[in-house]
């Protein structure tokens, strides 16, 4: 008997990664669950049903040889989907900014999932599988303070729409363009906690609606009403006055 079909789930350590995790797993996929801490990826692991059908992989996609050792690491798998999940943002000005961090929201959020796409890729078309790519509506406009993340993402999204046409009929292609969510992601940019943001929209709801684009064939997909809101916005406000709007609200 075949191995049973795998999801390789990056970042699955944090917010959406968990809940892609919860989300899938009832599909009947193995889940390879990735991430850098290993204590949290069991607790995803522990929140599962079928913890014994799964795998974790550590690996840190800054290290020199982190996407290499995730790719050894699935190497034997059966993989029918990807999810592009694993990623960061920095604030603060890009002046006092290091330069290393900067490199290395570019290094994960936009060369690992290119570089493990290639890799996977025989795969996932000889299993007619599928890819989800976790961007941002951060990939829709530029955002002072930070720069360098929406410069990533911006990379991601339009990357992940290219290869969604060129692979039509062969891999299904989600990008999923989520605005601001309740995950970490927020504490590990170094942004101060304030009030949540208007925009904010659940984790649930925001991976259910990548999963539904999925099963309608693939797209681009901006999740909840609040999110195509702001969608919607940085389509119709002049660059120029977004561009002040953002400096305002981002400003440290
Ligand atoms: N939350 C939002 O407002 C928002 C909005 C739009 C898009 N996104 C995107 O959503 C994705 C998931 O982030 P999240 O919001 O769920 O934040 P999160 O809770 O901080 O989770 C981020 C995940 O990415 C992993 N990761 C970060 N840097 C890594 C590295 N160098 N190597 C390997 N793994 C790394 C983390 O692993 P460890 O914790 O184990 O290190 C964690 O599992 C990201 O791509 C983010 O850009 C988030």
Same mark, same amino acid.
């Given at each position: 008997m075949g191995k049973q079909l795998a999801v390789l789930i990056t970042g699955a350590s944090g917010g959406f990664g968990i809940e892609f995790a919860r989300q899938i797993e009832p599909l009947g996929y193995?889940?390879?669950?990735?991430?850098?801490?290993?204590?949290?990826?069991?607790?995803?692991?522990g929140s599962l049903k079928h913890p014994e059908r799964h795998k974790l992989i550590q690996a840190d996609m800054n290290a020199?040889?982190?996407?290499?050792?995730?790719?050894?690491?699935?190497?034997?798998?059966?993989l029918v989907g990807l999810v592009n999940n694993a990623g960061f943002g920095i604030?603060? &000005?890009?002046? $006092?900014?290091?330069?290393?961090?900067?490199?290395? =929201?570019?290094?994960?959020?936009? #060369?690992?999932?290119?570089?493990?796409?290639?890799?996977?890729?025989?795969?996932?078309?000889?299993?007619?599988?599928?890819?989800?790519?976790?961007s941002s509506l951060a990939g829709e406009a530029p955002l002072p303070y930070m720069s360098t993340y929406a410069a990533a993402k911006t990379g991601l999204t339009y990357?992940?729409?290219?290869?969604?046409?060129?692979?039509?009929?062969?891999?299904?292609?989600?990008?999923?363009?989520?605005g601001p969510s309740p995950t970490g992601f927020r504490d590990v940019s170094g942004m101060p906690s304030?009030?949540?943001?208007?925009?904010?929209?659940?984790?649930?709801?925001?991976?259910?609606? &990548?999963?539904? $684009?999925?099963?309608?064939?693939?797209?681009?997909? =901006?999740?909840?009403?609040?999110? #195509?809101?702001?969608f919607l916005l940085q389509k119709i406000v002049p660059r120029s006055l977004a561009l002040k709007i953002m400096e305002g609200h981002l400003r440290p």
């Open positions: 193995r889940l390879i669950l990735h991430g850098r801490d290993l204590p949290r990826l069991k607790m995803t692991l020199k040889t982190g996407i290499t050792s995730l790719l050894e690491s699935v190497a034997d798998e059966q604030w603060g &000005s890009f002046e $006092k900014t290091g330069i290393v961090p900067q490199i290395d =929201v570019i290094k994960t959020d936009l #060369k690992a999932p290119i570089a493990i796409t290639h890799a996977l890729l025989p795969c996932l078309m000889k299993n007619r599988g599928f890819i989800i790519n976790v990357w992940s729409e290219a290869l969604r046409f060129e692979l039509a009929g062969k891999v299904r292609v989600v990008t999923l363009a989520p304030g009030p949540g943001s208007f925009f904010r929209t659940p984790i649930a709801l925001i991976v259910e609606a &990548s999963l539904k $684009k999925l099963a309608s064939g693939g797209g681009y997909c =901006v999740p909840g009403w609040r999110h #195509k809101l702001l």
